[in-house]
Nanobody, 120 residues
Framework: HVQLVESGGGSVQPGGTLRLSCAASGDTYISTCMGWFRQAPGKEREGVAAIDSLGRSRYADSVTGRFTISKDNDKKSLFLQMNSLKPEDTAMYYC???????????????WGQGTQVTVS
């Protein structure tokens, strides 16, 4: 059973940077796909970035070139480096584990509690 705990959220000005972390526990971590998702008030949850066990990644168009997903298998940790942040990036950010390299929330079955990112 995988458990996920996010950290690193906060408030920044436009153009600023944040680095989100997700600590995973459980033996299935290495074999899963991991992803970052976000949900703003009144909006649906959307995929931001995902990475698979081979290190292949994919990004939402809205964050390509600004965000970078990475992971440290030894530490069972997932990261999201967010640069050039915009007000529209404001949302609750969630870490999730699944079995396919997609940005579709329904393909992920384990979720963290989220960490708030506010850009203003």
């Amino acid at each position: 059973h995988v458990q996920l705990v996010e950290s690193g959220g906060g408030s920044v000005q436009p153009g600023g940077t944040l680095r989100l972390s997700c600590a995973a526990s459980g033996d299935t971590y290495i074999s899963t796909c991991m992803g970052w998702f976000r949900q703003a008030p009144g909006k649906e949850r959307e995929g931001v970035a995902a990475i698979d066990s081979l290190g292949r990644s994919r990004y939402a168009d809205s964050v390509t070139g600004r965000f970078t997903i990475s992971k440290d298998n030894d530490k069972k940790s997932l990261f999201l480096q967010m640069n050039s942040l915009k007000p529209e990036d404001t949302a609750m950010y969630y870490c999730a584990a699944g079995h396919s390299l997609t940005l579709t929330p329904m393909n992920y079955n384990v979720w963290g509690q989220g960490t708030q990112v506010t850009v203003s």
